[in-house]
């Protein structure tokens, strides 16, 4: 019973419904896993194993009035970002200002969770406010990559993804503006899902008619994901955006792709999107990958959509999203934010009406020009990041191939110009570098396709074969904290 932790998301529940196993057991495998683990990657620094044995008590003394729905998760536990409140625990949001700060009511997303029988286990590490690609934050440190304890898991569920990789817990909640479910899923080997804007309630907040910052599922395969959304799903009065569950369960649609062997039609790939550099061997993995989709019968071409907008509508809008976040905080308490989010808050509060008209104009024409490639395409594919997982030293990628990126957004390019378009997005396993790093493969399906993208992904990882690799034991010895202080920022 001690290596339950090694079990599948899916395989767990199964185990719990039957009561082969209680939720209490559960609990205690992952809290273990977590302790002999967490010294190199601090990937879970906040835990909350009372609250989470408290909790499985209670299900266990109520079992017969447990949840039976779709993504019944009877007693799972789960790892919450740390950006995502969670009543009675310490959430820091990575920063200073709010470092002795325990919320009194968890997010709609973790209420749902927790009502449908997921265990929080603790909070996920993140960068300040979860801006940036790399996990580290002055309040609880930098987490660490399981595959080489030298890098980063990326961000800014970079925590999330590790504690998956490491098998810490079977699932964990993360978030994504810029590419913070996919980037870290990429890093770190398992699976990132960036869903269409209110398929997971969240909040309450003064943000919530933002569609661009989502939060999803993670976890360390694609019908485990899946799975995951269906517990997350549903729409909830306390978030506009949020729309009903799924008339067919996400795993359902999975299950059937599986088991008829379906398969998509017809695949665009794109390196780079015309947008950003990319490292070859990181291209030719995915190159390599996507390949393997045509002994199923799926034809393979390039992809031709014209994104060359993204990357300056993209910044615009997370600087508009920015200056209203922190105003105040940049006003009151500017010495105690990292230049990264000084830099991008006061380009938010200096943009100009044309600005923002022209940002809004830009993303508008890439979402009909996207939706004309999916009129005869099932998916947009492309790589997750433009290079593997760099050292736990950086604080973000500076240059590659001759290009010198102007700030800390410009490297994660890839992921932002797609989130323009809120279709449907994730990152699963395609690969590894002759050093051993995983690469991720970014699958983008057509507006409002969440189901059909999952059932191609899982086709694809099955294809792929690698997601039976995890969970491993943290390989080599821990890195050093990026430095205090960073580069000045361009436009």
Same mark, same amino acid.
């Given at each position: 019973?001690? !290596?339950?932790?090694?079990?599948?998301?899916?395989?767990?529940?199964?185990?719990?419904?039957?009561?082969?196993?209680?939720?209490?057991?559960?609990?205690?495998?992952?809290?273990?896993?977590?302790?002999?683990?967490?010294?190199?990657?601090?990937?879970?620094?906040?835990?909350?194993?009372?609250?989470?044995?408290?909790?499985?008590?209670?299900?266990?003394?109520?079992?017969?009035?447990?949840?039976?729905?779709?993504?019944?998760?009877?007693?799972?536990?789960?790892?919450?970002?740390?950006?995502?409140?969670?009543?009675?625990?310490?959430?820091?949001?990575?920063?200073?200002?709010?470092?002795?700060?325990?919320?009194?009511? &968890?997010?709609?997303?973790?209420?749902?969770?927790?009502?449908?029988?997921?265990?929080?286990?603790?909070?996920?590490?993140?960068?300040?406010?979860?801006?940036? #690609?790399?996990?580290?934050?002055?309040?609880?440190?930098?987490?660490?990559?399981?595959?080489?304890?030298?890098?980063?898991?990326?961000?800014?569920?970079? #925590? &999330?993804?590790?504690?998956?990789?490491?098998?810490?817990?079977?699932?964990?909640?993360?978030?994504?503006? #810029?590419?913070?479910?996919?980037?870290?899923?990429?890093?770190?080997?398992?699976?990132?899902?960036?869903?269409?804007?209110?398929?997971?309630?969240?909040?309450?907040?003064?943000?919530?008619?933002?569609?661009?910052?989502?939060?999803?599922?993670?976890?360390?395969?694609?019908?485990?994901?899946?799975?995951?959304?269906?517990?997350?799903?549903?729409?909830?009065?306390?978030?506009? /955006?949020?729309?009903?569950?799924?008339?067919?369960?996400?795993?359902?649609?999975?299950?059937?792709?599986? !088991?008829? #062997?379906?398969?998509?039609?017809?695949?665009?790939?794109?390196?780079?999107?015309?947008?950003?550099?990319?490292?070859?061997?990181?291209?030719?993995?995915?190159?390599?990958?996507?390949?393997?989709?045509?002994?199923?019968?799926?034809?393979?071409?390039?992809?031709?959509?014209?994104?060359?907008?993204?990357?300056?509508?993209?910044?615009?809008?997370?600087?508009?999203?920015?200056?209203?976040?922190?105003?105040?905080?940049?006003?009151?308490?500017?010495?105690?934010?990292?230049?990264?989010?000084?830099?991008?808050?006061?380009?938010?509060?200096?943009?100009?009406?044309?600005?923002?008209?022209?940002?809004?104009?830009?993303?508008?024409?890439?979402?009909?020009?996207?939706?004309?490639?999916?009129?005869?395409?099932?998916? /947009?594919?492309?790589?997750?990041?433009?290079?593997?997982?760099?050292?736990?030293?950086?604080?973000?990628?500076?240059?590659?191939?001759?290009?010198?990126?102007?700030?800390?957004?410009?490297?994660?390019?890839?992921?932002?110009?797609?989130?323009?378009?809120?279709?449907?997005?994730?990152?699963?396993?395609?690969?590894?570098?002759?050093?051993?790093?995983?690469?991720?493969?970014?699958?983008?399906?057509?507006?409002?396709?969440?189901?059909?993208?999952?059932?191609?992904?899982?086709?694809?990882?099955? /294809?792929?074969?690698?997601?039976?690799?995890?969970?491993?034991?943290?390989?080599?010895?821990?890195?050093?904290?990026?430095?205090?202080?960073?580069?000045?920022?361009?436009?």
């Amino acid at each position: 019973m001690s !290596e339950l932790w090694k079990l599948t998301a899916l395989e767990a529940s199964d185990l719990l419904k039957k009561k082969e196993i209680s939720p209490l057991e559960m609990v205690d495998s992952c809290a273990e896993r977590i302790d002999a683990t967490e010294d190199g990657l601090n990937a879970i620094p906040t835990r909350c194993y009372d609250r989470a044995r408290d909790h499985a008590r209670r299900l266990m003394d109520d079992s017969n009035h447990a949840y039976e729905g779709p993504g019944a998760l009877h007693g799972l536990p789960i790892a919450v970002k740390e950006l995502e409140d969670v009543a009675g625990v310490r959430t820091t949001y990575g920063a200073p200002l709010w470092k002795d700060h325990v919320p009194e009511r &968890s997010d709609i997303m973790v209420e749902r969770l927790e009502e449908r029988g997921g265990i929080v286990m603790g909070k996920s590490n993140v960068p300040e406010y979860g801006a940036g #690609g790399v996990s580290f934050n002055e309040v609880l440190g930098s987490s660490a990559n399981p595959w080489d304890q030298q890098r980063t898991p990326g961000g800014s569920s970079g #925590g &999330s993804a590790a504690a998956l990789a490491a098998g810490q817990v079977p699932l964990a909640t993360g978030s994504d503006l #810029g590419g913070s479910l996919r980037i870290p899923a990429s890093f770190c080997g398992i699976v990132g899902y960036r869903p269409s804007p209110g398929i997971v309630a969240k909040g309450p907040d003064a943000g919530c008619f933002a569609d661009m910052p989502v939060v999803g599922p993670m976890a360390r395969n694609v019908p485990d994901t899946a799975f995951m959304l269906d517990a997350m799903a549903g729409t909830h009065m306390e978030d506009p /955006l949020s729309r009903p569950e799924p008339v067919v369960p996400y795993l359902d649609h999975v299950l059937t792709a599986l !088991e008829d #062997g379906a398969h998509p039609r017809r695949i665009g790939y794109s390196p780079d999107l015309g947008v950003t550099p990319v490292d070859a061997e990181v291209d030719a993995i995915c190159r390599a990958a996507i390949a393997k989709l045509e002994s199923l019968g799926s034809e393979i071409g390039d992809a031709q959509i014209d994104f060359s907008g993204g990357p300056e509508a993209f910044h615009t809008l997370r600087a508009l999203g920015f200056a209203g976040g922190h105003e105040d905080e940049l006003r009151d308490h500017r010495d105690k934010l990292k230049p990264e989010n000084i830099w991008n808050t006061q380009k938010g509060l200096d943009l100009t009406r044309e600005e923002i008209t022209r940002a809004n104009q830009i993303r508008g024409a890439l979402f009909h020009r996207v939706a004309a490639f999916f009129k005869d395409h099932d998916v /947009l594919a492309l790589p997750s990041t433009i290079v593997p997982a760099i050292p736990m030293n950086q604080r973000y990628l500076k240059e590659l191939n001759g290009h010198k990126f102007g700030n800390y957004v410009d490297w994660i390019i890839l992921t932002s110009v797609v989130t323009l378009t809120v279709c449907p997005a994730i990152s699963i396993n395609c690969g590894f570098t002759k050093s051993g790093l995983p690469v991720g493969l970014q699958l983008v399906g057509a507006p409002h396709g969440d189901g059909q993208l999952l059932a191609w992904a899982a086709v694809a990882e099955r /294809l792929f074969g690698l997601a039976d690799q995890l969970p491993i034991d943290p390989r080599g010895e821990r890195g050093e904290h990026p430095g205090p202080e960073a580069e000045p920022h361009g436009d």
